[in-house]
């Protein structure tokens, strides 16, 4: 296999790669599907998390 040849052999191998990482799909598995539930306050310490840090009283 000459220089040439070679050289696109793997331009084609790396667009192969490159399309199968594409075509890729990610599954996002919620809580709801899970069967996990959360307490109001569960919920409410996160988002104060969320907005800078927890928030005592």
């Known amino acids: 296999m000459n220089p040439l040849e070679k050289k696109q052999l793997l331009k084609e191998q790396f667009k192969k790669r490159i399309q199968a990482r594409r075509n890729q799909k990610v599954k996002t ?4 599907e899970l069967g996990i539930t959360f307490e109001p306050e569960t919920i ?3 988002k104060s998390v969320e907005n ?3 928030k005592f009283d």
């Open 29 to 32: 598995i919620s809580f709801k």
């Open 44 to 46: 409410e310490w996160y």
């Open 52 to 54: 800078g840090g927890v």
